[in-house]
């Protein structure tokens, strides 16, 4: 439902989050995660360079000395050993901005972002006059404080200074726990940007995240001082940095930040359960899906997803010229998203969406678009654990499509499938759902 989300995983900024996390130590986190990619800048950190302000006035600092000796404190907390160095990069606002850039172009085809902002207008999360392209290249070039790339085996730092103060050690200890899960356990082989299958990769990002987010709050904890703390909730108050996430329409500022929160919340669970080893399990059995993630207990129990399936014709038998833009899972989490959010969240509370999105048991969405390119029909077919379920989620479903701009029917039957017809044109909807009816 959103952007095609490459396989670096990063830190963002906890001062454009403003909430609170399920652990009380996390009130101290300086710093979350965005997703970027691949970049041609190499240039390493210097040897030395002047420190931040906390470092002391004319201090300077051993920039190779206190990069080991942070990842020799993260070995430590983690418990993973190295198989081999990590030379970060210290990148600017500047060219914090050129690596996402240069990442989102590769990583997002035209094709694919079209049909990402046409299947969100829809489906009300987002303004036709917005770009999708823009807000969330605005978003990540904000919110993001450093990444790890596990193409390259890269480790980037943002730093205003140059210096490593307490918010740059703090996202280099949220890095280096990213390199060091791709050393152990080979990030890639989650397949993080497969396109189609969106919910099962933001699930195994939670998990990511999740690992180095903990780590990271651990990590403050033993190695930061009360002063480098205070200093980083000053930073919390920065209005540049909130304004851009207060702006952000609620699907891109809750996708960026799922990961971190509900992800620190599921490996947290696994952590006090089992130690690190529960978490390093996880690496070789995943989560499925967001509701793993939501409710731990489904992990647990090895609750996977119910395989839905549309009709692989849906575009021929919308007439000539039609064509599948994108097909995808959307999720218990991005379908509660939908629910709270559509047409300015008006249709139905936080609280009511969260109900109906629990008990999801599958889904499968898929846009289809018309010759002329406005022309569009969205098909969300949704499976339950209960009729009842089914019914709660109708209910809310209804609500949301009565609010929406684009016309759109819900059709219940009353077992335990749901599916939610959206078009640009009500005469687009009535075909679509006669094809539905029809079982092509």
Not at 59 to 65: E, G, I, K, N, T
Not at 298 to 322: C, F, R, T
Not at 384 to 400: K, N, S
Not at 420 to 440: D, Q
Request: with cysteine; proline share 6%; glycine share 10%.
């Amino acid at each position: 439902m959103t952007p095609r989300r490459p396989p670096t995983v990063g830190r963002t900024s906890d001062r454009a989050r403003r909430r609170s996390v399920a652990l009380a130590m996390i009130v101290i986190v300086a710093l979350v995660v965005g997703a970027c990619g691949t970049s041609n800048q190499t240039s390493n950190p210097p040897s030395s360079a002047s420190a931040n302000p906390s470092d002391g006035p004319g201090a300077s600092v051993d920039l190779p000395a206190l990069y080991a000796k942070i990842e020799a404190e993260v070995t430590e907390i983690r418990g993973l050993k190295a198989k081999s160095p990590v030379d970060p990069t210290v990148l600017d606002d500047a060219g914090l901005k050129k690596l996402i850039n240069d990442s989102f172009q590769k990583d997002n085809p035209p094709a694919l972002l079209e049909a990402n902002q046409r299947m969100l207008e829809l489906m009300g999360l987002l303004d036709g006059r917005e770009s999708l392209e823009k807000l969330y290249l605005e978003l990540l070039g904000s919110q993001v404080a450093g990444l790890y790339n596990p193409d390259d085996k890269h480790l980037y730092v943002v730093s205003k200074s140059g210096g490593l103060g307490p918010a740059e050690k703090t996202t280099f200890a949220h890095e280096y726990t990213h390199a060091l899960q791709d050393q152990n356990f080979d990030l890639s082989g989650l397949r993080l940007d497969e396109i189609g299958e969106g919910d099962r990769a933001i699930a195994r990002l939670s998990l990511v995240e999740g690992d180095a987010t903990l780590l990271m709050s651990l990590w403050q904890i033993q190695h930061l001082s009360q002063a480098e703390i205070v200093e980083l909730l000053g930073q919390s108050l920065d209005p540049e940095v909130t304004g851009v996430l207060e702006k952000m329409p609620p699907v891109l500022r809750e996708s960026l930040f799922f990961p971190y929160t509900s992800g620190l919340n599921f490996t947290q669970g696994l952590q006090t359960a089992g130690g690190w080893a529960a978490v390093d399990a996880a690496f070789d059995n995943p989560p499925a899906s967001t509701e793993q993630i939501l409710h731990p207990e489904k992990y647990q129990s090895h609750e996977i997803p119910v395989p839905v399936d549309l009709p692989n014709d849906l575009a021929e038998q919308m007439g000539k010229g039609w064509t599948v833009g994108l097909e995808d899972t959307l999720g218990e989490f991005q379908l509660k998203v939908w629910l709270a959010n559509a047409a300015g969240g008006v249709a139905t509370s936080q609280a009511d969406a969260t109900t109906a999105a629990a008990g999801w048991g599958g889904d499968r969405a898929m846009i289809v678009r018309g010759p002329n390119g406005a022309s569009a029909v969205l098909v969300i077919a949704t499976a339950w654990d209960t009729p009842a379920d089914a019914a709660e989620f109708a209910t809310q479903a209804r609500l949301v499509v009565g609010a929406l701009h684009d016309p759109g029917d819900v059709i219940a039957t009353g077992g335990t499938t749901v599916t939610v017809v959206i078009a640009s044109r009500p005469e687009f909807l009535t075909k679509m759902t006669g094809i539905l009816a029809r079982g092509v």
